[in-house]
Structures are given as structure tokens and as C-alpha cells.
């Protein structure tokens, strides 16, 4: 059963992937060549010499972009698909489907939309390169903290079973994620590194955009794993 | 396997049966084996030839660029 959900999670990931990547291309690339248009126009300002170009823009927003996000679904789908195989049956009463959406809306919620709201994505041009280790360390250590912040609320969730009213039991799990979430952001240093004159506007395309992407990959990977585990496990039924 | 009808599933009116839980030890290996693939995989679309460099130049870097700017992870 196990080495079944893996693979199906997997696929479903990189089908996810397939999906958000298209979405990215279509919503996310004009932002980003605005935006590497801007740091060209600085480039020229500050010195005549232009970088070598190793990868070309034509490869980078379509070969590229496809590959980093499968990649990226692959790894994510299979991890997914554990979670899931760890959770079913023994967390909620949800079936198979409602348990992936919800799964998936929780890997959404900690792994894209909070640590989006702390340290945002960022298109080229912000962002200095001196920083980029302070700031990689920063990144994953206030993902690994949601996730571990969401994995507490799940289980302070489960622990109030019967003890509170449903509504009352959702809403004191929220509320301890977004206390440590809130405390790792208060703890965890401040980045401030958009250069001087980059356009607000082209900024928030840009986020706004990595969001919807993250979030059609969530929804897209966790529905086809939804609909594939749940065919894959009716004959388990309890 | 044996079929028994869960407690839960009383009171509802036609409720889509709860598939059983998968044993943890049934899960442990796969659970190891998907967190190496998954480190592996994402430490290249996140990671390489940012912060840290396993191979030299950027090729990796600039491959994955725009992928790990809108997956959200420091690239520059």
C-alpha cells in the first residue's frame, strides 16, 4: 500500500507541477523579465562589463522553469503522499479525498502562504548577493519552524477531541500556529534589500503570482493524489 | 482481511467508508526513502550554487532560475 501511495504522490506531484509551471509561464514570466530588464538598465549603470550568459532567457523560462518545478513536485508529491499514508485513518474522520485537499491546504498554508508573508518571494534584481547564505538559513529555518508549528497545532487538535466544541478545538489549534509562527517572525532577522526605485506595482505582480503558483500546484498535486488514493484504497475500507 | 463496520459510521445515512490506518511499520522505510529523494531533489531546485556549491560555475544556478524565484527561495 505504502510504495502505491508513494508513487501515485510522486506523479501527482509532477502533474501538479506541470500544471503550476504553465500557470507560471503564462502569469509569472512577464514580471520577471520586467524585472531583469530593470537590473539590466542598473547593471549598465554601475559597470560597462555584462555577465556571461551561461543558460539563455528562452531556456530558463520554458526548459528551465519546467524542470525546477517538477523536480520540485516530485519531491514534494512523494513526501505528500507519506504524510498522508501516515494520517489516514488515524487523524479526523476524513476519507481519502477530503484528507488530500486538506492535507494539501495545509502544505500550502505552512510550507508557501506563511513564510511568503515573513520573508516574500523576491524576482531578480532584489535582493543582495552578499546575503544570500543569511538569508537561505533564514528561509528554511521559518519553514522547518511552521511545519513543526503546524504539526503541534495537529496534535494539540487531536488532544482536545471531546474536550472542546469542534469549532472551539479548530480555532485553539489556529490560534497556537499562528502564536509561533508570529514568534519566529519576531525572532528571525528582518530583510530589507528591495533596491532603491524597483516598482511597487512589478513587486507585487511578481509575489502575488509565486503565490498563485504554489497554490495551483498544492490544489492540482493534492486532488490528483485525492482521487487516485481514494480508488487505490477502497479495498481497505474499514 | 477481515470486514468490520466502524462505530462512526452508524448515524449518517450512507457514509463513505474509512479506509483502516496503514501499520507505522509498514510506513518507516518509505518514509525514509521518500525524505532522502525529497532532500536530494529539492536541495538542487533550492539550493545549489546559491548558498552553498557542490559542482563549480552556475549552470545549475541559472537552469533552475526562475523556478526557485517563484518557489519563493533565496536565489541571489
Redesign the interface.
Known sequence: MTPSLLWRGMLAGLVGAFVAATIALIFAEPSIDAAIAFESARAAHHMAGEDVELVSRATQKTYGLYTAMLVYGAGVGGVFAILFAGMQGRVGRAGPRPLALLLGLAGFVAIGLVPALVYPPNPPAVGLHETVRLRTAACFALIAWSLLAAGLSLFLWQRLAGRLPATDRLLAAGALYALLVALAAWLLPQIDEVPAGFPASLLWRFRLAALAVQGVFWLAMADLFGRSAERLMQGRAA | MTV???A?AAPRPVP???????P?A??AP??V???L??????Y????EQ??FALFK???VH???????????????
Open positions: 468490520t463496520i466502524a462512526n463513505l467508508p474509512i479506509p483502516r490506518p496503514i507505522l509498514e510506513i518509505w518514509a526513502f521518500a525524505a529523494v525529497a532532500v536530494i531533489l529539492l538542487f531546485v533550492s539550493t546559491g548558498a560555475g552556475m549552470l541559472e537552469y533552475v532560475h526562475d523556478g526557485r524565484h517563484l518557489l519563493g527561495f533565496p536565489c541571489h
